[in-house]
């Protein structure tokens, strides 16, 4: 079992930027990766980001070119560095686990509690 632990979240202004964190602990498996999630009230569960150990990422067309994903393998942390935040980013932002690169929240079997990002002025 995975244990996920997300932090980072908070207000920020338009424009802004913030980095969630994701910390994994257990036993992830080298062929596991991890990806981001995020859901506003009352949409549902939107793919945001994907990054295999080895490095292989993967990342919506909503935030490529403002977000960032990485990983520090040492640290089994995952990072979502959001840049040029826009109020339609607000939402809730979750990190799961899966055993392949996939966008459908479906095949992520861990999730973290989620964090909560607001971009508003």
């Known amino acids: 079992q995975v244990q996920l632990v997300e932090s980072g979240g908070g207000v920020v202004q338009p424009g802004g930027s913030l980095r969630l964190s994701c910390a994994a602990s257990?036993?992830?498996?080298?062929?596991?990766?991890m990806g981001w999630f995020r859901q506003a009230p009352g949409k549902e569960r939107e793919f945001v980001a994907v990054i295999s150990w080895r490095g292989n990422l993967y990342l919506s067309d909503s935030v490529k070119g403002r977000f960032t994903i990485s990983a520090d393998n040492a640290k089994n942390t995952v990072y979502l560095q959001m840049n040029s935040l826009k109020p339609e980013d607000t939402a809730v932002y979750y990190c799961?686990?899966?055993?392949?690169?996939?966008?459908?929240?479906?095949?992520?079997?861990?999730w973290g509690q989620g964090t909560q990002v607001t971009v508003s002025s």
């Open positions: 257990g036993s992830t498996g080298t062929n596991y990766v």
């Open positions: 799961a686990s899966a055993p392949r690169i996939a966008t459908s929240p479906h095949v992520y079997d861990n």
